[in-house]
């Protein structure tokens, strides 16, 4: 088996003259940004582990299918330690404590907690994100949804992400923790801002407004926490959390960070879902004029969105001890980058894996994870991507894409459009074809 060290530049390998030629792992070119997927599969018949180095530091990337999804479900893999990595940056910092409010905050986040702890945390909101739970608000969800398209019915054109994909979780998100839509501008300026703490590099500045936005958040939430005390058994999610705090389960610090992390959290991945999905759904008139005849198979498009744009691109662990994949070791202490959205591609799964195809025989398994960190708010992604697609549907039969020059989100962790141009109705005469 091959054994590397954590440290140092990746070892260069030798290509024969007839070989594809290697293909490194940069998130940050512009090309990747563009479409990754044509990197992804290079990366994937190079072998099952594939090192590359970020600032000097050897990392680690898996990109097929049944690797991430058995390794993210290992135990021997632990979430990655940001926290950890703020207060390490804190030095750098002109008031080093300035950062403190924010590491405190996201140190109750699920995504940095790890076994019995991360558990208990994550038994509060069992019920409540569970698919009954989740189904329960199907009505309202779908209602929100009409209002929004009612929006912009009347429209020549409108930017599909704005309109529709970027309001719309926060929306509902304010609905389940029981917050008035009076509040939804600034609600959805901080959880847009907030998620970026889940997508490194950042800078100090960049820390320090995320430190300012969680206190704002702990202000305006302070009124509604307070009125659960007072007077409980609303049945929202806030009032959730705070019977967990009167339980003893949570603490107030608990209470306040986990509320934080409910808007932050789901904004983007939902409106990427929405964004990504629509853009691959409208380009293929086969498949458009599918999902626009069978409204029964909406649930099948969702899922096939979901594997081939996948909104939340990979995740990082940290092996605590040497795990073998096939020759090669990763080593204890190593960062491991799970690749969602090159397992999703994987051709020994999934039959031409470049085409979207609604009725495809194999569902992934893998577009929310896996492992106890699988997304807690998967089924109301789904819910939400399931409530657009069939009002769209539903109301623009003739639903199309306005030529544009598309742009892409700078991020190394989620993948979505800034913008998605579109026009509910053709002009007299125009073909039924995609932009």
């Known amino acids: 088996m091959n054994r590397v060290s954590t440290n140092g530049p990746a070892p260069a390998r030798a290509a024969s003259a007839n070989a594809e030629p290697l293909v490194s792992y940069n998130p940050f070119l512009p090309e990747f940004r563009r479409d990754p997927y044509p990197i992804y599969a290079a990366i994937r018949r190079q072998g099952r582990v594939h090192r590359f180095t970020v600032s000097r530091i050897s990392q680690w990337l898996l990109t097929h299918y049944e690797d991430v999804r058995g390794l993210l479900a290992d135990a021997r893999f632990v979430a990655d330690d940001l926290p950890l990595q703020i207060e390490q940056k804190k030095a750098f910092a002109d008031r080093p404590d300035d950062l403190d409010v924010l590491i405190r905050c996201i140190r ?119 009125q ?20 003893g389960v949570l603490d107030e610090a608990n209470v306040y960070a986990l509320a934080i992390m409910l808007f932050s959290v789901g904004q983007e991945t939902t409106e990427n879902l929405i964004g990504n999905g629509l853009l691959a759904l409208l380009s293929d008139p086969t498949q458009r004029a599918l999902a626009w005849s069978r409204p029964e198979l909406c649930a099948d498009t969702v899922d096939e969105m979901l594997r081939f744009d996948t909104p939340v691109q990979g995740v990082a662990r940290i092996a605590q001890e040497d795990v073998a994949v096939g ?87 989620v993948r979505g459009l800034k913008a998605l141009p579109v026009a509910p109705r053709r002009a007299a005469g125009s073909p039924m074809e995609s932009a």
């Open 228 to 247: 659960r005390r007072h007077r409980p058994g609303q049945g929202d999610l806030l009032d959730l959390l705070v019977a967990a705090e009167r339980g």
């Open 108 to 226: 109750h986040w699920l995504f940095f907690r790890n076994g019995a702890d991360h558990g208990l945390v994550r038994r509060v909101f069992s019920k409540a994100m569970s698919p009954i739970g989740i189904a329960a608000h199907r009505r309202e969800v779908e209602s929100l949804v009409a209002g929004i398209v009612n929006e912009v019915r009347d429209e020549a054109q409108f930017d599909l992400i704005a309109r529709i994909a970027y309001p719309l979780p926060t929306r509902v998100m304010a609905r389940l923790v029981g917050i008035p839509d009076e509040s939804l501008d600034r609600l959805m300026e901080w959880s847009t801002e907030l998620f970026r703490i889940m997508v490194p590099p950042q800078s100090i500045e960049s820390y320090q407004r995320m430190r300012g936005l969680v206190a704002d958040f702990e202000v305006f939430l302070r009124p509604h926490i307070e």
């Open 327 to 413: 020759d090669d070791i990763l080593p204890a202490g190593a960062r491991v980058n799970f690749a969602l959205g090159a397992a999703n591609r994987d051709p020994a799964v999934f039959h031409d894996p470049d085409r979207f195809v609604i009725q495809r025989p194999v569902r992934s398994k893998l577009v929310f994870g896996a492992g106890i960190h699988f997304c807690l708010g998967a089924h109301l992604a789904r819910l939400q991507a399931e409530a657009v697609l069939a009002a769209l549907t539903a109301n623009f039969p003739d639903l199309h894409l306005v030529p544009s020059n598309l742009e892409w989100r700078p991020s190394v962790l």
